[in-house]
């Protein structure tokens, strides 16, 4: 395709192709693909953090009417790779984590089911345990990757020391779970050798890809059929050891397909969540709020079992300039079920000290908190010396202040009082990095009424079977209407990870490759049955600029002088993250994201007992995530501009960004309310209560 992309379909909001069945309930997900026959599936969870499981004791679960088998690592078929920790369950009887899969029953109804598995007899020898995280802990150590865990520049320790101005303090994050509404769920299917999965995923072919080793099979023997996604925010982007355990108990029963769907409370222990953090952040400033040292420590839980680093410093490097740095990253690894991915996973957790002690700096140097952020503008990257693409936060910082009329705010604490309730407004900058994966593979085919567009890609309620549909169009120069998109399946071409916002610059680029492949091999008008395929490989402006989105956080909080309630009035988030596709799915993606930061601000944290290894409050009622009546209606713009350097759609993903800082906006808002600093998230109504 010669020139720049003509963009008719791109940029407008057609509704979701899918929306239609969804409503109706039409469009399935994985539990409902109907089964010949199948068997339902509940798991044995471990009650102790740590030690053996002696003795299973399934006679009375296997004498229940309805119970066809219990699995038990006694019976379990064997692995080829037993590597991953999570995921090669059943080899032996040693427990890791409080809630670790032990075996499961089958039954012929899912009530059978989970009355055998409490009638199994289980005999612990347990071990002490450790499951307390605290960022002093003598297990704290590098990463196993320590790439990734530390940069120094300077000496930072001397520029503090020197420094007019310091800000030093620790900030926390607590663990939050992903909480989409599907939970996980896997449907498995043996025929022989091969294995059918209709899974819940962010990711077919990863998924395939990484489970088919472990269970000594070729990818090509196994299939994952995925069209419709309740949701993921990151614990559906890897296989969790619910599709292991699902897998393995169906080989056990050959000709009968089995379901398990993760329970809500189950998924607080098994499917993935963001550990919690310590971040001690120094900075060093002039009277004027410009830095000249970053220090910014960071320590984050993670487990035995698998090693899973939440990354903090991952945008602490850069964000502002500081000519001395020193940021390093730990883990501690304890009994404690496995941490994964969870929306913008180290961008969402290190914007949250790195963006209160921005807000600490400006009150401390009395600088307003939106200019102290422009005076502290890199130039480049602050650690590579790498060009940013076009790094536009200034503009989303100013764009924000005038829509939510910033300079009629009195920047004194404590300022605005309105029956009882005590108003402020706060602010925080928002990032991510923009990448593209390579390995997606578009299929395109002219049909009698249209073209087949094929690629194995996710939509995990983001809209991607809406803005490939457009992508596709525009590419191909045809209406919207005349695509037939088929995605969520290995028999698919190849697709990556609906994961680190880079889906659609990556699936995007396969359909754009692949319609430029398509014109030059049929031409203008081809035969139906004309078809052509692409990939698209990694980007290489990556290699040679800082590629990142930008943004920038407003909000409104009002607080009860006398009970502490605090409640959101008002939120603006402005972005910059190249072109959008689709500004009805886009607005949904931010108004997101910002919508869970929130509840990292006010709301989540799973409770974890060091008694017991137990996540306590482990259902929606106890683990409060944001509902109707906690937001108040948020407002979303962006910039408008391409980015041609992110690539030929000049887009960058926008799936995470929304999150990152929106939290700290939050709670600087409520410093300004109130005088009191929350360092500590998320901030609940006795933060505000001064004795
Ligand atoms: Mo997202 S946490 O990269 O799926």
């Known amino acids: 395709m010669a020139g720049p992309l003509q963009t008719s379909a791109i940029g407008t909001g057609p509704v979701r192709p899918e929306g239609a069945d969804k409503v109706r309930g039409r469009a399935r997900y994985a539990y409902e693909h109907p089964q010949v026959d199948p068997l339902f599936l509940f798991p044995l969870q471990a009650t102790i953090a740590r030690g053996r499981a002696l003795n299973l004791d399934t006679s009375a679960a296997e004498a229940m009417d309805g119970v066809v088998h219990v699995l038990t690592p006694a019976d379990a078929p064997p692995l080829a790779d037993t590597t991953d920790g999570e995921l090669a369950i059943l080899r032996d009887d040693r427990i890791g984590f ?7 029953v089958l039954a012929d109804t899912p009530e059978q089911a989970r009355h055998a598995a409490d009638l199994v007899d289980i005999t612990y020898d347990a071990d002490p345990h450790d499951a307390a995280f605290r960022a002093d802990h003598p297990a704290a150590r590098l990463p196993e990757d320590p790439d990734s865990a530390e940069y120094r520049l300077g000496d930072a320790d001397t520029a503090l020391a020197g420094a007019d101005v310091v800000i030093d303090a620790v900030y926390t994050t607590p663990l ?6 599907e939970p996980h769920t896997t449907v498995a299917r043996w025929d022989d050798d091969e294995l059918t999965l209709w899974l819940s995923t962010q990711g077919a072919h990863p998924a395939r890809d990484m489970i088919a080793p472990i269970l000594g099979l070729g990818p090509e023997q196994i299939r994952i059929i995925s069209p419709h996604v309740g949701g993921g925010f990151g614990s559906k982007g890897m296989p969790h050891a619910d599709l292991m355990l699902t897998a393995l108990a169906a080989r056990a029963v050959p000709g009968r397909p089995v379901k398990y769907a993760v329970s809500r409370q189950q998924m607080f222990a098994l499917t993935g969540y963001r550990a919690p953090t310590s971040q001690h952040v120094r900075l060093g400033a002039d009277r004027q709020g410009r830095l000249s040292a970053l220090g910014f420590d960071a320590v984050s839980m993670s487990s035995r079992t698998k090693e899973f680093p939440e990354l903090a410093i991952k945008p602490v490097r850069i964000m502002y300039a500081a000519e001395h740095r020193r940021l390093t990253q730990k883990v501690v690894p304890l009994d404690t079920p496995v941490p994964s991915w969870m929306r913008a996973p180290g961008e969402a957790a290190g914007m949250v000290g790195l963006e209160i002690a921005m807000d600490e700096l400006a009150t401390a140097t009395g600088v307003d908190p939106i200019e102290v952020r422009i005076r502290n503008e890199p130039e480049q990257h602050p650690d590579t010396g790498l060009p940013f693409n076009r790094r536009r936060l200034v503009d989303c910082l100013r764009a924000g202040a005038d829509r939510f009329g910033w300079a009629e705010r009195d920047p004194a604490p404590r300022s605005h009082r309105e029956n009882g309730w ?21 299929r395109i085919r002219r049909t009698d009424h249209g073209y087949r567009v094929d690629i194995g890609a996710a939509d995990i309620g983001t809209g991607s079977w809406t803005v490939l549909a457009q992508v596709a169009a525009d590419a191909l120069g045809i209406p919207y209407e005349q695509v037939d998109l088929r995605i969520g399946d290995t028999d698919l071409p190849n697709a990556t990870v609906a994961g680190g916002s880079t889906g659609l610059a990556s699936w995007g680029a396969a359909i754009l490759r692949a319609a430029e492949e398509f014109r030059a091999e049929h031409g203008t008008d081809p035969a139906p049955g004309a078809e052509a395929r692409a990939e698209a490989g990694a980007n290489p402006a990556e290699e040679e600029v800082a590629m990142h989105s930008f943004g920038a956080h407003f909000a409104r909080v009002r607080i009860n002088e006398w009970t502490g309630e605090i409640r959101l009035d008002r939120m603006l988030g402005v972005f910059s993250a190249g072109r959008i596709v689709n500004p009805r799915t886009a607005r949904s993606q931010f108004i997101g994201g910002m919508t869970m930061g929130v509840g990292m601000a006010l709301h989540e944290k799973g409770e ?5 290894g137990h996540v306590v409050n482990h259902d929606l009622a106890e683990y409060h995530v944001p509902a109707n009546a906690d937001i108040p209606e948020i407002e979303v713009s962006w910039l408008d501009e391409e980015d041609p350097l992110a690539g030929p759609l000049g887009a960058r993903g926008i799936g995470e960004i929304g999150i990152v800082g929106a939290a700290a906006s939050v709670v600087n808002a409520a410093h300004h309310a109130t005088g009191v600093r929350v360092r500590d998230l998320p901030a609940f109504g006795d933060a505000f209560l001064r004795s």
């Open 98 to 104: 409080r809630g670790q899969y032990l075996g499961a």
């Open 176 to 181: 939050e779970h992903n909480n989409p509404m």
């Open 422 to 442: 005590l108003i402020g407004t706060g602010v925080a900058s928002a990032t991510y990095p923009a990448m593209r994966q390579p390995g997606s593979v578009a």
């Open 608 to 612: 974890l007992d060091p008694r017991t």
